[in-house]
C-alpha cells in the first residue's frame, strides 16, 4: 500500500508559476515510476507529466517547455513545476504512482490549481 499526500494548488494569474508537491509513504520501496494527471469535468484524466526512479520523464505535448517534474533524492516526493500557466492549464491535478510487480495504481485526493485573471 503506498499512501500520497498532495500539496501546492491554488490559483494563479495566466503567465504565473506553481509548485505541486506529492509525498508518498508506505510501501515506497515499490514504486517505479511517478506522475502527474489532470482532470476537468466532463473529460478524461489525462497524462501532464511522468518520471521514472530511473529518472526517465514523459510529457503531454500541452506542457513541454513550461512544466518540470522531479523527484527528490529519497524517491518519495514527487514535484511539478508548472510556469507560465494558462487557463487551458485549469484542472484537478492528481498525483499517481505505479508500483511493482503488477503495476498497480495509487492515486492521491487532488489538489485544485485555477488559472485565472
Known amino acids: 500500500q503506498v499512501q500520497l499526500v498532495e500539496s501546492g494548488g491554488g490559483l494563479v494569474q495566466p503567465g504565473g508559476s506553481l509548485r505541486l508537491s506529492c509525498a508518498a509513504s508506505?510501501?515506497?520501496?515499490?514504486?517505479?515510476?511517478m506522475g502527474w494527471y489532470r482532470q476537468v469535468p466532463g473529460k478524461q484524466r489525462e497524462l501532464v507529466a511522468s518520471i521514472t526512479t530511473g529518472g526517465s520523464t514523459n510529457y503531454a505535448d500541452s506542457v513541454k517547455g513550461r512544466f518540470t517534474i522531479s523527484t527528490d533524492n529519497a524517491k518519495d516526493t514527487v514535484y511539478l513545476q508548472m510556469n507560465s500557466l494558462k487557463s487551458e492549464d485549469t484542472a484537478v491535478y492528481y498525483c499517481n504512482v505505479r508500483v511493482k510487480p503488477f503495476g498497480v495504481n495509487y492515486w492521491g485526493q487532488g489538489t485544485q490549481v485555477t488559472v485565472s485573471s
Open positions: 508506505g510501501s515506497i520501496f515499490s514504486i517505479y515510476i
